[in-house]
C-alpha cells in the first residue's frame, strides 16, 4: 500500500526496509534488518509513530522483558516478546527512533487520547514506553489525534 499510494512522484525515491525477511524468529531477522537499517542514510528525514492503548511505541510494549533493552541500547533494531500481543516482533530501538530531524505522533480514538494525556503527565517511562518519546528534547515531537 505504501509503494502503491505514497512512494509517487518525487518520493518514489524513498527506499522501505521491511523487517520481515523470512527469517525464522525476530532473532534470527536482526542482523540482516539491522544491515539493511545502518545503510540508509542518517538521520532519518522523519520517524512517523502511532501508539497502542497500552502506551507502546513502536514495538516497545510495557511489561516486555526487553523494554529496558530498547530503551537503553545502542543497537538499532531488537527482538521483542510483548506479554500483551499474539507474536514476537522487531523494533527500532529508542536510539534509532530518535535519530531522525522530526518525529510525528499519529493516534486516533479516544482511547488513545487517554493514553496520551496519561502519558504526557507524571510516571514512569516503562509504564508507558511512549513517553520516553514525549520526554526527551533532541527531536522535535508533532502529535497528530483524530477522534
Given at each position: 500500500l505504501v509503494r502503491a499510494h505514497l512512494l509517487r512522484g518525487p518520493a518514489a525515491v524513498a527506499r522501505m526496509v521491511p523487517f520481515w525477511n523470512g527469517a525464522e524468529s525476530p532473532e534470527a531477522a536482526v542482523p540482516e534488518v539491522g544491515l539493511a537499517?545502518?545503510?540508509?542514510?542518517r538521520p532519518f528525514s522523519e520517524v512517523i509513530l502511532g501508539m497502542g492503548e497500552d502506551g507502546h511505541v513502536a514495538s516497545?510494549?510495557?511489561?516486555a522483558a526487553e523494554l529496558q533493552k530498547g530503551l537503553e541500547t545502542g543497537a538499532q533494531i531488537l527482538?521483542?516478546?510483548p506479554p500483551s500481543a499474539p507474536h514476537a516482533r522487531l523494533s527500532l530501538?529508542?536510539?534509532a527512533l530518535l535519530d531522525s530531524r522530526d518525529i510525528v505522533l499519529l493516534i486516533s480514538g479516544p482511547g488513545k487520547r487517554a493514553t496520551l494525556e496519561r502519558a504526557l503527565g507524571?510516571?514512569?517511562v516503562e509504564d508507558l514506553p511512549v513517553r520516553a518519546v514525549l520526554r526527551q528534547?533532541?527531536?522535535p515531537v508533532a502529535i497528530f489525534w483524530a477522534p
Open positions: 537499517l545502518a545503510a540508509l542514510p516497545l510494549f510495557p511489561g527482538a521483542v516478546h530501538s529508542l536510539q507524571k510516571g514512569p528534547k533532541a527531536v
